[in-house]
């Protein structure tokens, strides 16, 4: 008797490590570092967990694409500019997981392998923190931005509402070049999204890296498709509108309030 139930205490407490981690893992908050490998390579990037996070539901997801300045291989400073300030300064907003990949210096977001890296990192974090997919959403800034309108026209349908900010579709030495009268790249790129996307775009009105115009172009693109697409430039800001934006505290609200199941119900 004595031998069984040494034998039961010794089988309680062998268990009880793993329980503990088990609860911690559950706990794990705030900005975390994960890795994730795209044709055998490891890239570094950064998963913001909300304090009241539980596994007892799904939760929206967004996905952040930095700027050209944040390239690097370090996982981390990405989190500094854009929407990881303003969950730092503002984290009641973010009742969301937040997806924050890193592009490698010398390559953009709407080069391969980069984009596909964005989405292996939103597809693992999904996975990982029981992300909505029918609530999964679409921001970036400059080169970001650019990456937005990338990946939204390469995946139609995936997210179910975009946000670009200062960004556009021609580089922005080809942008100037462009003739007013020719829509026809914007078109092109609006018409792989789709009008059914809600879509918020957000630029500086004194921009001296990205011209003003790319965004004007695709919001005009994205209305003749009839689609749910707003549009705020703010007058004598420059290339950073970033700040501004993420600090809109209905653009969180906006957002969160699309799906796919209600975007799919428009006719």
Same mark, same amino acid.
């Given at each position: ?27 794990? @908050?705030? &900005?975390?570092? !994960? ?5 055998? +390579? ?8 909300? $304090? ?13 694409? #930095? ?9 981390? &400073? ?9 969950? !730092?300064? #503002? ?14 210096? $010398? ?16 597809? =693992? ?13 679409? @921001? ?7 990456? +937005?309108? #990338? ?11 975009? =946000? ?15 003739? !007013? ?17 809600? +879509? ?7 921009? %001296?890296?990205? %011209? ?19 549009? +705020?430039?703010? %007058? ?32």
């Amino acid at each position: 008797m004595r031998a069984r139930l040494g034998l039961m205490i010794a089988v309680f407490l062998s268990v009880l490590p793993s329980a503990s981690r088990l609860e911690a893992r559950k706990q794990e @908050t705030g &900005f975390l570092d !994960r890795t994730v490998v795209v044709q055998g +390579t490891s890239y570094k990037y950064q998963v913001y967990v909300p $304090e009241n996070w539980s596994s007892s539901k799904r939760w929206p997801v967004i996905l952040f694409l #930095h700027g050209a300045g944040e390239r690097a291989d370090d996982g981390i &400073f990405q989190t500094q500019v854009g929407i990881g300030r303003a969950i !730092r300064e #503002h984290r009641d907003r973010f009742p969301v997981v937040v997806v924050l990949p890193q592009c490698r210096k $010398e390559h953009w977001w709407t080069q391969s392998p980069m984009d596909d890296v964005a989405i292996a990192a939103l597809e =693992a974090a999904s996975k990982e923190f029981r992300g909505d997919r029918d609530r999964t959403y679409l @921001t970036g800034l400059s080169m970001g931005g650019y990456g +937005t309108w #990338h990946l939204a026209g390469k995946y139609p349908g995936r997210f179910a509402a975009l =946000a670009p900010i200062c960004g556009g579709v021609l580089m922005p030495d080809a942008a100037r070049l462009e003739s !007013r009268d020719d829509a026809t790249p914007y078109g092109d790129a609006a018409g792989k999204i789709g009008g059914k996307t809600p +879509t918020w775009i957000f630029h500086g009105a004194d921009d %001296p890296v990205v %011209p003003v115009s790319e965004s004007q172009r695709m919001y005009r693109a994205m209305k003749a498709l009839g689609g749910d697409v707003r549009y +705020t430039e703010y %007058p004598g800001v420059g290339h950073d509108s970033w700040t501004k934006a993420y600090d809109e505290a209905e653009l969180l609200e906006w957002m969160l309030s699309k799906s796919l199941n209600a975007n799919a119900q428009k006719k």
